[in-house]
């Protein structure tokens, strides 16, 4: 699905491009012909370049992410569902509101079409995943139970090759998940992460909480930087800081690129819905005022820590620095880059002033 040029997105992507690395596996190619010895935006003053527009106790609208019980409950759901072949119910007729997994083929004046087979599906009945008859159909099956179903799909389907005509589903009910869960299914389960349902509700809870911190914290940030970039005067973008975010980009998409079925525009234009020009102007005003707000707060990053986070990341890959800083066509230069950068965002988050929507 394409992806609009959304603030929050581009400036996450941008910022760990400015250090070629990220918390992906690191990447195989081989390393870029760019000589990226000669980036180095951290020493670079960007008063030449730019005026620094207000930066801080910025207002923007934004409601924040929340953890419900409703979501809590879903994502309970989904962390059954990958567990169905071990817990799933062998007896029984299936009913209005089961969890249950399915096979289904349909076909269409007996010819089988596209998207219309799957197998291992997990369905909530009554939910209304499905066209109107579907789901109907699995009430009072029983695992194991194969039968046909025909069902015609609404005029208005989305699929004009499809729209209003009659087809049949075969539909085999493998299993149905139990009604609720107690501690003795979720203990056959088989995670070494609970092993109760008060356990199992505690760790949904806390990986909701986290990814909602993260999404909060990331869009913020975007936001933040949408007023910040239009508060700025750019009196010019130094090619090197260019060629760089060119290079960087090229090595993001190397796979891509190099299977000779696109070139970086085309890569972009699907991804972000722009040129690859403007996403490198995008991201390199982002990465230049970055270092303008570094500079008016005195925002650095000691050789130490640069130090600490190479070793860090390294290790977490079995690599040596030099593997990981070639593989990932980076270098101290560019880490002290991503050091200040996350470090001027959470200043940007902190002072920042939001607007709830109404």
Do not use: W
């Not at 007023?227 to 090595?251: D, G, M, Y």
């Not at 993001?252 to 970086?264: E, F, M, P, T, V």
């Not at 101290?332 to 607007?355: A, M, W």
């Amino acid at each position: 699905m394409r992806k609009k040029l959304l603030a929050a997105a581009v400036l996450t992507l941008g910022i760990l491009a400015a250090a070629g690395c990220n918390k992906n596996k690191p990447s195989t190619s081989e390393p870029t012909s760019i000589n990226i010895e000669d980036y180095d935006i951290v020493s670079m003053n960007m008063d030449e370049y730019m005026i620094l527009g207000e930066y801080k106790n910025i207002g923007i609208k934004y409601n924040m992410i929340e953890v419900t019980d409703e979501a809590i409950k879903e994502q309970m759901d989904l962390m059954v569902k990958t567990k169905g072949d071990k817990i799933g119910l062998k007896e029984g007729n299936a009913k209005e509101g089961d969890l249950v997994n399915i096979d289904f083929e349909g076909k269409i004046d007996g010819v089988a079409f596209e998207g219309g087979s799957a197998k291992d599906q997990t369905v909530r009945i009554g939910d209304g995943q499905f066209i109107p008859g579907f789901e109907e159909a699995l009430i009072d099956m029983q695992p194991g139970e194969v039968k046909d179903a025909p069902i015609k799909f609404p005029d208005d389907y989305n699929n004009k090759d499809y729209a209003g005509k009659d087809a049949v589903f075969t539909l085999t009910l493998n299993y149905i998940f139990p009604d609720e869960l107690t501690d003795d299914i979720v203990a056959q389960m088989e995670e070494e992460k609970y092993s109760t349902v008060e356990e199992m509700e505690a760790f949904a809870k806390d990986f909701l909480e986290r990814q909602a911190q993260e999404n909060n914290e990331s869009n913020i940030t975007g936001l933040a930087f949408e007023t910040i970039l239009s508060n700025c005067a750019f009196k010019e973008v130094p090619e090197i800081i260019k060629e760089n975010q060119r290079a960087e980009l090229e090595f993001r998409y190397a796979d891509a690129i190099d299977g000779g079925a696109y070139d970086l525009d085309t890569v972009i234009k699907y991804l972000y819905d722009c040129s690859a020009d403007e996403l490198i102007e995008r991201y390199c005003k982002q990465r230049m005022a970055i270092q303008a707000i570094a500079k008016a707060e005195g925002i650095t990053a000691t050789d130490e820590e640069v130090d600490k986070r190479l070793e860090e990341v390294s290790a977490a890959y079995g690599l040596t620095p030099d593997q990981y800083m070639t593989m990932n066509m980076t270098n101290k230069k560019k880490l002290k880059e991503l050091i200040i950068s996350e470090k001027v965002q959470k200043f940007v988050r902190d002072n920042v002033k939001i607007i709830p929507y109404e």
